[in-house]
């Protein structure tokens, strides 16, 4: 049967789908499209995490499946049931579901699936594969491990724990670059292999171990002093035999030069755990920007919103919005408009309403929440993102061209009086309405806690004083190795009558210019380390005993 043709049989279909090597970002187009229409993901392990945020809602385990045709039963396989992984697949195909098997790099290079296709092909159900990034490709760009020069190296592929004296030996009588996929505990001696089946000992090795995710790392040795380099390292022999490692092995491949070459562990913030005390929807730009310095976020949120005690003042001020009341409507944070659009869709209303109001937003991340709400801003401070930054750009009451006076202001209970202040010195009338409550956020999970108190985050971003009495109240004072990040004067006077010492301030009160700053004292970090001759650590691997004070 020709597995691309259209399933017109009861049974399912099955997408052989490669998930790369770890990196989410590497997943390709389609196989998010197939994630997406999946009634059944079977994952192996490695990749689990890297898929599942693509499937469809309500994913459940297997022990939670439910019969609902909405929801994904979910599990994930090792090589070491590959039989029961066929059986699973093809009972799900039998049942009629789409079913995505995932597999850690690219199906046909470094999944075991070729009897779960023979399996389909059988028994007559479509299938389909997605290739992926494969692991021994991968791994090395990231790596920063070209594999080919402009000679063009021939390039062979081994996987050392299933090759036989054949292999070896006719990579020892070649000069070919050799991608050597082999764990760390066994890479010394796939080296001693090479070097027994005729290489030389100084031939250049690189050995990276979790390729593309912020847990990577790499050695550069040569093949026959790789065993002297990771004991120099401190890499302990495991008792799982040891992680999967790919080696790149050449005279002529680019490892001697990867310290030219090395763009991702290079990164100014590579691998360090940065606590963002915001909720998910607030920190998202950041987040993203912190990513691509290399770090990985962790989001908490350090404030809870809730409807405001009486709501007769919102409801009044949204009629008024309707009716004409108002020229002006003023948002000063994400929340109000999420407020302002929840009161609408309680009405009935939506972006239409705003017709004929002039709006203003505080800042990008509030402009970009209406203009998701459908609502496109007339005004967006020009110079600092901030309530005196939105003041210098609005415009004075003019009674020639401003037939409304009025200002609809939606905002926290425990806004500052700066905006209401200044509009009014403008010639305006404001109605100031409490939109939203905040209040003090649940605290963390435990593991958070004891992360934030024992030194398990390498650097926090504080964007406000709340962030920082919030934070210490729900979760404790960050450990004396964190890095502490401040957005301002007033925050990191807060930080400072906390006992916290501030390392890195922002430039701007802006979060973006708060990261930018943070990846430069990264960066300024990792080249003093370098020019020393110590070894690039990140802050929470300092030795116990390293301790600081708060300025005095």
Not at 245 to 254: D, F, L, Q
Not at 315 to 323: D, I, N, P, Q, Y
Not at 367 to 390: H, I, M, N, T, Y
Request: hydrophobic share 40%; with cysteine; proline share 7%.
């Amino acid at each position: 049967m020709n597995p691309t043709a259209p399933n017109h049989s009861a049974s399912g279909q099955v997408t052989f789908l490669g998930a790369g090597p770890g990196d989410p970002g590497l997943l390709t187009l389609r196989a998010v499209e197939a994630l997406s229409h999946a009634d059944v993901l079977i994952a192996d392990p490695q990749v689990l995490d890297v898929v599942r945020v693509h499937a469809r809602a309500h994913v459940d385990t297997p022990l939670q499946a439910s019969a609902d045709e909405t929801s994904i039963p979910v599990t994930s396989t090792d090589v070491s049931s590959i039989r029961n992984t066929a059986n699973l697949v093809m009972a799900a195909a039998r049942a009629g579901k789409r079913v995505v098997r995932a597999v850690t790099g690219d199906p046909g290079l470094d999944g075991y699936v070729a009897e779960e296709m023979l399996a389909c092909a059988a028994e007559g159900i479509v299938f389909e594969v997605v290739p992926g990034v494969a692991t021994a490709v991968g791994v090395p760009a990231y790596a920063g491990v070209p594999l080919r020069d402009a000679q063009g190296t021939d390039v062979r592929f081994i996987d050392a724990r299933s090759a036989d004296d054949r292999c070896w030996s006719e990579l020892g009588t070649s000069d070919a670059t050799a991608v050597v996929s082999t764990t760390l505990d066994s890479v010394a001696a796939a080296a001693a292999e090479l070097v027994a089946a005729g290489r030389k000992p100084d031939t250049p090795l690189s050995v990276t171990v979790a390729g593309t995710t912020t847990r990577q790392r790499t050695w550069n040795a040569t093949l026959g002093s790789v065993a002297q380099v990771l004991k120099a390292a401190k890499v302990l022999p495991s008792p799982d035999g040891g992680q999967p490692v790919i080696a790149v092995v050449g005279e002529r491949s680019a490892a001697a030069q990867r310290g030219q070459l090395s763009w991702f562990e290079s990164k100014p913030l590579f691998g360090w755990r940065v606590l963002v005390p915001r909720t998910k929807e607030q920190a998202a730009s950041l987040s993203d920007q912190l990513v691509s310095y290399g770090a990985v976020p962790h989001e908490v949120p350090t404030i809870a919103v809730e409807p405001p005690r009486t709501p007769q003042q919102m409801e009044r001020a949204v009629k008024g919005l309707v009716t004409g009341r108002y020229e002006w409507i003023a948002f000063t944070s994400v929340n109000a408009v999420k407020a302002v659009r929840e009161k609408f869709e309680e009405y009935g209303l939506d972006a239409r309403a705003f017709a004929g109001i002039k709006v203003a937003a505080v800042g990008e991340q509030t402009a970009r929440a209406l203009v998701d709400f459908g609502v496109k801003p007339d005004l967006v401070p020009s110079g600092e993102q901030s309530a005196a930054g939105l003041l210098e750009d609005w415009p004075p009451y003019d009674p020639v061209f401003d037939p409304i006076d009025r200002v609809f202001l939606p905002r926290a209970d425990i806004a500052t009086e700066t905006l209401v202040a200044g509009l009014i010195e403008l010639g305006w009338e404001v109605d100031d309405v409490t939109a939203y409550r905040t209040v003090r956020a649940s605290p963390p999970p435990a593991d958070t806690r004891e992360a934030i108190k024992g030194g398990g985050f390498d650097a926090v971003l504080f964007t406000s004083s709340s962030t920082v009495r919030n934070l210490v109240g729900i979760a404790g004072k960050p450990h004396n190795v964190t890095v502490i990040a401040c957005i301002g004067p007033a925050t990191a006077k807060t930080a400072e009558e906390h006992g916290l010492r501030v390392d890195v301030m922002s430039p701007e009160p802006s979060v973006h210019k708060l990261a930018e700053a943070l990846a430069d004292f990264g960066a300024a970090r990792r080249d003093a380390a370098m020019e020393a001759g110590d070894p690039v650590t990140r802050p929470s691997e300092r030795r116990p005993g390293s301790r600081r004070r708060a300025r005095s």
